[in-house]
């Protein structure tokens, strides 16, 4: 069964710093392209980093780049989200996402087919 179920969200305050997991049951995550998105209130949804299929190039939104980095462990058919340097403005739920290959405009959502619920990351002090 697919499944894709993501965790490590709460409260940190600016500056610190948060990985997100997120467990991709059923998927060959190094045959798929993997993404990471947010929503914050009121806002519409952003693209935050892909990593693309087989050889693993990573892409990142620019309010993001420098800060967060992608990965994922495919015999743990986990994908990670390291989130440095965090502000306020990185408040939101946090979706994870698959697709079957890499879309251009991936940060939109193109070619995902697949998205977790979600996990909630609060900075504030």
């Known amino acids: 069964q697919l499944q894709l179920v993501e965790s490590g969200g709460g409260l940190v305050q600016p500056g610190g710093s948060l990985t997100l997991s997120c467990a991709a049951a059923?998927?060959?995550?190094?045959?798929?392209?993997i993404a990471w998105f947010r929503q914050a209130p009121g806002k519409e949804r952003e693209g935050v980093s892909c990593?693309?299929?087989?050889?693993?190039?990573?892409y990142y939104g620019d309010s993001v780049k420098g800060r967060f980095t992608i990965s994922r462990d495919n015999a743990k058919k986990t994908v990670y989200l390291q989130m440095d340097s965090l502000s306020s403005e990185d408040t939101g739920v946090y979706y994870c996402?698959?697709?079957?290959?890499?879309?251009?405009?991936?940060?939109?959502?193109?070619?995902?087919?697949?998205w977790g619920k979600g996990t909630l990351v609060n900075v504030s002090s």
């Open positions: 996402a698959v697709g079957l290959s890499y879309n251009l405009k991936w940060y939109r959502g193109y070619g995902m087919e697949h």
């Open positions: 990593m693309t299929p087989n050889n693993g190039n990573t």
């Open positions: 059923g998927y060959t995550l190094d045959f798929h392209a």
